[in-house]
């Protein structure tokens, strides 16, 4: 951490600094240019006590040098982790495709779309059994009775199952009936929530908020890892930006930034990340590329009428594409533009 | 609803879509243009089942014509609401300032804190006994101790509390120390919670959340109105933006635009919507004369001191500031320019 | 400038660092932590050297401690400006009122609306005739004609005017008939056009880019300072975010902190900053109070035919009604909620 | 354009509706519902009549149905467009790769990384003459002597060049020098630049605004096919967004939605896409991957001594490594987890 100090600070407000800093554990060294003084907090102290110097008389700002997270870091733990879900292993070799509806609507939709999704080559299965809605007058999930489904669904296809949880008082039943966790992108700072998944024995799948910094979301991973459960996967599933035509923007590049700066796989989620089924394939194809451990995708035997996130729902057909796509070589490089004799 | 079909659309596509609305429980109102149809969809149906028609063949767009809320929205209830906590009416000619620290720290800091906003003004205490932080590592709160401590420097001050409550779990036991129940920006989507939340006879302070749209936030409180519980308070804190000088962007805008469309009364939080101390008194002014209900405004005994939010509390003198800054008349409106032989 | 060396740093990599700063013309301080090493460059040297080593190996970034500019600071210049605009002060005591239609449509309507904001209590004069517009197909100003029109409601009504500066090209043409150059949001960033306004003797209106940090807008004016100009008035009008009920998010706290920042007055414009004509009353106070030197209101004899910016614009009648709204008083504070035996 | 009328509108208020629509050239087409009216604008009307009426009498919203953008759309031109670039093609078959330095600095430091990227794989080269720099006292590039040297670096290398144009007065000479002139981010909606390219024999790469909509992108695009230039190509480039990690957000589901609403090619520029040198290599497979039909890269001899984007700039090796990148095949997707046993 650097303090540094305003152009008109006086002796006894650096002087002030100085001893704050060591009371909070850190050592001081001062750095004095022709304008203004710096003081760094060297070593390991508590770093809110520095934080809040920035309102002592004479600062003008208090800078952090290093990030604020630590299990999740690959400065802790460089080789990267892989989880293994009922078998599956995110963070391994191969990309893992989760497949499957928004919401569980029935047993028929449900055991269908795993069938489909499978066949073309999933290798987990999605679904919703209590369901985070913007307005309460919305379907807001099946609850249980979509979680026995979405057992038997396993049961049936073999495919691994991830459920959103919402709520501490679901935890448990939903332990029971799946094979991982999932954390929804407006619950990323449901810090109650976190802590309690900390404490279990079974892989969660942490959603980035739609205002989620990278560096917010890692912490809230480390929430996770610091309670005792380092089964973590990340997934981007997009921002709030003031871009109206897509449902949110896929950041994707912040696939590519939180696989530096963690070890803890991280997939994507071109679904809600564009919110649009004529971009799903391309987005998918991309998200591949940049590195994403996964992909989560949402399928729907008949989209038009799925009870929620129709609009960015494939139907079996689309998926299929989407899974053809992910397989298909990239585009080769223009050859040079300069003719022969020129070069 | 509209459904705007594709130019391309075939008879058949359109005659699909009459029929889909009808059985969504709408009456279907068909417009050709020269160029393309739209279809009304009219009466009270199944709002999500059109939605989900976009995805339909030969279907461009679904364009919503109504507002989504409806408990909470003036055309329901045309007259405001207010709101009584603990004795102090939320809503009504007065602007009602809710003051104190972020964190309940210690018996002392909070007693001092509740003396010394009641003597400057303040009509409300507030302070966190269970606290949300972004790292794992930061000081999450004195939980119950800090509950008894609002509690007592409730019963001392007579100003009724606010603070915030993160999980369903504890709202028993916060129902018991305080008069009001906060809900945090980054819970504004914890359905689990607002669900909870309104069955309780007890007002909530709902806080927007960082990239909720006002209807977002809207919907948030018509979960607690539509749940039984219609003792709500809005609080505007500000949005995340690109903007990095401050820590959020206090959308001032909204605070006018949330009591246009809504009855609920409206408060605004400096402190979290600015991150900086220096500019609070300036931006309390501007929430007062926007129509804001209410401020809520952290103060410190030491800010320098304080185990969160140091950088945006204000200290005892610097809220007596706050207080008669927002007490002091508008600048006035410049004299025409022109001389007078020209007018 | 700070540069943070990486945790795995060698001695090597951070001479070669000492050895940059030295070229840059800074001196360099070295301090040593536990974990880390940092290197401060100390003086006035070339900055853009330093920050470019945040590639060079073992560095882990580059933090700048001191603002990036100069003239337009309170450092530079603690006292606050004051422009003249044609007669009127712009920064002085009273808040200036420039009122006028968007665009400059004919003759009649520029006239008609100057007596009508003269008479109700604005001290400026509005209209565009060169307008930036989104899409080709839209009204894209009368230009000179508007000019002349622009200059006849001057000498009729007294009202110094300003309007809006597109291309390099039509400055001198600008400079005979306005008081005022206004740079619109979307070339803030123009810099040939900054360029060329530095040079001329005329005050400059600068608005707030849609996505410019207020650090980039005091940038921009800086290169008008620079440049040789220092009559410069900042604008905030509202920046791009994901809420989509208003067409901006007007920041006004951005306008605060532009006047701790600088010495430049600095107005709003709830018109651009709402988008809405039923917020701009609310939001024109909320601006007075948080400081702001001025307002800039659109009006036009009737919106519903305005041929561009309609829906913000105001007609007469409600144009009056927001200079009663500005001069009426502010909403009191709540009395103490605690009954007279507690207290 | 659909005018949807407010619950409470008067018959009066829906006729008066009704007569604006056909004065504003469209056929009115009303749609009773039980709740509000809503009235259709159908045909070929003057659009901003029909938007300003947003603020008549009883209405509540005004909701357009078409895209606003007309010869840059595929419902005009379905079939993809390829631009010509000095022998180079962008839109057809293999990706384009253009690399160069920020800036142009010395005549060495061009011809050497012309050669270079050339090497590696490039087919066009860029560097800047005019730079857009957001401090006044930033390197403003060497105008006409870079503009000499990217000639001699063309003729030398075979790669043909483009470079930035900021100003309608450095059109001519830049048309003399280059094959292509790029529209900076900062100048999306310079009107008067993109007027006077429109009326250029030469292809103009147009950024992405970092706070414009793919829609307010495609209309500016459409100011030079209306004005008469099709050789147009856009350029993803990131956007403004909260996360500070990264220079901007890449928006590279963008990417896929500008060629699925637009016939002209797009290509993406990862360098200030993400302002990280460490993330171009991801980034840049993510873009071909999407659908981009080409990249930009900005390629410097030493980063750490660059005039400009030093933190963002590969060195040759780096930019060799990101050409083998784009050329390795996707990661294979995970075979399913079912044991044999169970499936």
């Given at each position: 951490?650097?303090?540094?100090?305003?152009?008109?600070?006086?002796?006894?407000?650096?002087?002030?600094?100085?001893?704050?800093?060591?009371?909070?554990?850190?050592?001081?060294?001062?750095?004095?240019?022709?304008?203004?003084?710096?003081?760094?907090?060297?070593?390991?102290?508590?770093?809110?006590?520095?934080?809040?110097?920035?309102?002592?008389?004479?600062?003008?700002?208090?800078?952090?040098?290093?990030?604020?997270?630590?299990?999740?870091?690959?400065?802790?733990?460089?080789?990267?982790?892989?989880?293994?879900?009922?078998?599956?292993?995110?963070?391994?070799?191969g990309v893992v495709v989760i497949a499957?509806?928004?919401?569980?609507?029935?047993?028929?939709?449900?055991?269908?779309?795993?069938?489909?999704v499978?066949?073309a080559g999933a290798t987990?299965?999605?679904?919703?059994?209590?369901?985070?809605?913007?307005?309460?007058?919305?379907?807001?999930?099946?609850?249980?009775?979509?979680?026995?489904?979405?057992?038997?669904?396993?049961?049936?296809?073999?495919?691994?199952?991830?459920?959103?949880?919402?709520?501490?008082?679901?935890?448990?039943?939903?332990?029971?009936?799946?094979?991982?966790?999932?954390?929804?992108?407006?619950?990323?700072?449901?810090?109650?929530?976190?802590?309690?998944?900390?404490?279990?024995?079974?892989?969660?799948?942490?959603?980035?908020?739609?205002?989620?910094?990278?560096?917010?979301?890692?912490?809230?991973?480390?929430?996770?890892?610091?309670?005792?459960?380092?089964?973590?996967?990340?997934?981007?599933?997009?921002?709030?930006?003031?871009?109206?035509?897509?449902?949110?923007?896929?950041?994707l590049?912040?696939v590519?930034?939180?696989?530096?700066?963690?070890?803890?796989?991280?997939i994507a989620d071109p679904s809600?990340?564009?919110?649009?089924?004529?971009l799903i394939a391309a987005v998918s194809r991309a998200a591949v590329a940049v590195g994403a451990d996964g992909l989560m995708i949402?399928v729907?035997?008949?989209?038009?009428?799925?009870?929620?996130?129709?609009?960015?729902?494939l139907?079996?057909?689309g998926f299929e594409k989407v899974m053809r796509a992910i397989a298909s070589p990239l585009r080769?490089?223009?050859?040079?533009?300069?003719?022969?004799?020129?070069?």
């Open positions: 951490m650097i303090v540094n100090m305003s152009e008109r600070a006086t002796d006894q407000e650096i002087t002030h600094i100085i001893e704050r800093i060591r009371e909070a554990g850190y050592q001081p060294h001062v750095t004095r240019g022709v304008e203004r003084t710096i003081v760094a907090a060297v070593g390991n102290g508590r770093r809110h006590e520095i934080e809040a110097l920035q309102v002592a008389p004479g600062v003008e700002t208090v800078v952090p040098i290093a990030q604020p997270f630590k299990l999740v870091s690959r400065q802790v733990k460089p080789e990267r982790s892989v989880v293994n879900v009922g078998g599956v292993a995110i963070g391994g070799l499957g509806p928004c919401s569980v609507e029935s047993r028929e939709q449900l055991l269908s779309t795993a069938q489909a499978k066949r987990m299965l999605r679904g919703g059994a209590y369901k985070p809605r913007t307005s309460p007058y919305d379907f807001q999930g099946l609850g249980i009775e979509a979680l026995k489904i979405l057992r038997e669904a396993r049961d049936e296809s073999g495919l691994p199952v991830v459920t959103e949880v919402m709520s501490t008082e679901d935890v448990d039943i939903i332990c029971e009936h799946a094979e991982m966790l999932q954390v929804g992108a407006r619950n990323m700072q449901n810090f109650a929530l976190l802590r309690r998944l900390a404490t279990i024995n079974k892989p969660v799948l942490l959603k980035r908020g739609p205002s989620a910094t990278v560096k917010e979301w890692l912490l809230a991973a480390e929430y996770l890892l610091a309670g005792g459960n380092n089964q973590v996967v990340l997934c981007e599933r997009g921002i709030k930006t003031f871009e109206t035509e897509m449902r949110n923007t896929l950041d590049a912040a590519a930034l939180a696989r530096d700066l963690s070890h803890l796989p991280v809600h990340g564009t919110g649009k089924q004529s949402e729907h035997p008949c989209p038009e009428r799925a009870l929620s996130d129709g609009p960015q729902s139907d079996f057909a080769g490089v223009a050859v040079s533009a300069a003719p022969a004799e020129v070069a």
